[in-house]
């Protein structure tokens, strides 16, 4: 299916840059019901919706067939983040080449925008704080507005911007076209939409029986205290050309970037905390393909449309289904594949479950991949390295020269170095402790007080009765910095300087190397031994105050 006749300017366009057939949300409003009206459109990220909001204001902006002089403006984009804005101006400036388009965007001299308003332009896209304040100081002026388009209008709502949008949609004329935009359309969007369109065309392009077919989820189960060495091997499985990677908070964004600088990959910092200037460049870095990966925020990566992007990866699990979608959907765009990787700590496990669950999602299940995985993966990918092509000129005259003075495996083992020094190398991961579905049934569902004392290891942890040791917050910590579950955990000891607690047999090495080497800010747990557990100390009251070792946020 070809794109119907629009405007020769934009078929023109169209062309150019290699649109050859309408996805299926720039199919929809080009339909001839939708000719003139309002539109309420959910869409998913990625899915065209720029171009499409684009194609379908033609008519309305060009009904005698070309742009008018510049003026006040005839159409109003407004986007939740500096990034989309920024973006979404691009797009339309390669769209409508005769058009004369403003951004009014946070971050950006409000002096020089002013100046570009009064200029007179044809289009305006900006972010809703920044338009808000040109309204306020008289330098827009929206007499004139035939179009206006709210894009991720969910995630405008989401960031707390109703009241500029009311404002904005209140200043604009009641006979203008209203074009509303969002992944989700949830309670307050449709109570905007009533209030502020006329006998909008609902057109809804998701599936939501389907997953989305272009992105590949995967979650890598990994001890809570190696989600960073888990981080780095995965970067180094996929060695993808573009990457990001979310965290829950600024402080984790920061910490996760320069852990990944410090072992040598191109990474940039994407978050609310930096100045414009900073944030282009980042983006501009990606890109360019100069950085692979971005570490960012939710928040701040709203809107981010980056074609080679192949990897996303979720450093902290997301709170709710659609925030999973929203990150994953930063890549699997415009056709390509992609693959969304969870970071899962075993106490996690079942909060991703819920989740992935929850966005109808189908993902598989590993262990992080280890340093002889990814090595193995790297001789797999030096084989078909491009540069590995036939000699040309001079470079024929070189390579035989090297031949002709040294050995051909002693030339291919420099090879070797040179490529593996690029390279940061992989992190050592604790393997994953085994299901428990394939432990014993019989040991499972056995209590307890019935255990045979051969089938515990005896461990001691460097917290006691003097540190306000208690066994129901003990319990959890050995779960999370063991990578291990309550059950197999037996008899647990408060003695004065130390505790000391049973691990099942089966799972005592695994925890014993997940334990070897703890920050420096968690308690020393050591192996006591096979013997029987020391008598049970006398009661001497509950501890009370803070525990000293409770579980800490990224």
Request: charged share 25%; with cysteine; glycine share 6%.
């Amino acid at each position: 299916m070809s794109f119907p006749p629009v405007h020769p300017v934009l078929d023109a366009a169209l062309v150019t840059r290699g649109y050859l057939e309408p996805t299926e949300v720039q199919s929809a409003v080009l339909q001839p019901e939708a000719e003139g009206r309002d539109l309420l459109v959910s869409a998913r990220t990625g899915s065209g919706k720029t171009v499409a909001f684009g194609l379908a204001a033609a008519s309305t902006l060009m009904p005698d067939g070309d742009m008018p002089a510049p003026g006040a403006p005839i159409a109003l984009v407004v986007a939740p983040t500096r990034e989309l804005a920024l973006q979404v101006q691009t797009e339309l400036a390669w769209l409508y080449a005769r058009a004369r388009i403003a951004s009014c965007v946070g971050g950006m001299d409000i002096r020089r925008e002013a100046r570009a308003l009064h200029a007179g332009c044809h289009i305006v896209v900006g972010t809703p704080g920044r338009l808000g304040d040109h309204l306020r100081r008289g330098n827009l002026n929206l007499a004139a507005l035939k179009v206006v388009v709210l894009d991720e209008a969910d995630e405008m709502l989401d960031l707390g911007f109703q009241e500029e949008l009311e404002f904005i949609l209140q200043a604009a004329p009641e006979d203008r076209r209203t074009m509303l935009f969002s992944a989700t359309i949830p309670h307050d969007i449709a109570k905007l939409a009533r209030k502020y369109q006329r006998d909008a065309l609902r057109i809804d392009t998701i599936d939501r029986t389907q997953p989305h077919d272009d992105i590949e989820y995967r979650a890598i189960t990994a001890a809570g205290h190696e989600s960073e060495a888990a981080l780095v091997n995965i970067l180094r499985w996929y060695e993808a050309p573009g990457a990001l990677v979310f965290c829950a908070t600024r402080d984790t964004t920061r910490r996760l970037h320069l852990a990944l600088v410090e072992r040598g990959f191109s990474a940039v910092m994407l978050s609310g905390e930096l100045s414009q200037h900073e944030r282009t460049t980042a983006l501009d870095s990606l890109r360019s393909g100069r950085a692979r990966v971005g570490v960012c925020t939710d928040v701040a990566a709203r809107g981010l449309d980056l074609p080679a992007l192949d990897l996303v990866v979720h450093a902290d699990l997301p709170t709710n289904p659609e925030t999973l979608l929203h990150r994953s959907g930063r890549t699997g765009r415009a056709g390509r594949k992609g693959v969304s990787v969870l970071i899962v700590p075993h106490a996690k496990r079942r909060r991703a479950e819920q989740v992935t669950s929850a966005a109808r999602v189908r993902v598989a299940w590993s262990g992080a991949p280890n340093a002889e995985d990814i090595n193995g993966r790297d001789r797999e990918r030096l084989l078909t390295d491009p540069m590995l092509e036939a000699p040309r000129d001079q470079e024929r005259a070189d390579a035989e020269a090297l031949l002709a003075a040294h050995d051909p495996v002693t030339i291919a083992a420099a090879l070797l170095r040179l490529y593996r020094r690029q390279l940061p190398p992989p992190e050592t991961i604790s393997p994953p402790p085994q299901p428990v579905a394939e432990r014993d049934p019989v040991r499972r569902s056995a209590p307890r007080a019935g255990v045979p004392a051969g089938e515990f290891v005896q461990f001691r942890i460097s917290v006691g009765r003097n540190n306000r040791a208690d066994p129901k917050w003990i319990l959890p910590l050995l779960c999370r910095l063991g990578s291990v579950t309550k059950r197999d955990i037996g008899a647990i000891r408060v003695f004065d300087t130390d505790t000391r607690f049973e691990i099942s047999r089966d799972m005592s090495a695994a925890f014993a190397a997940a334990t070897a080497n703890l920050p420096s800010n968690e308690p020393r747990i050591t192996q006591a031994g096979d013997g029987p557990m020391p008598a049970r100390p006398p009661f001497r009251g509950k501890p009370s105050g803070p525990r000293p070792y409770a579980r800490r946020r990224a």
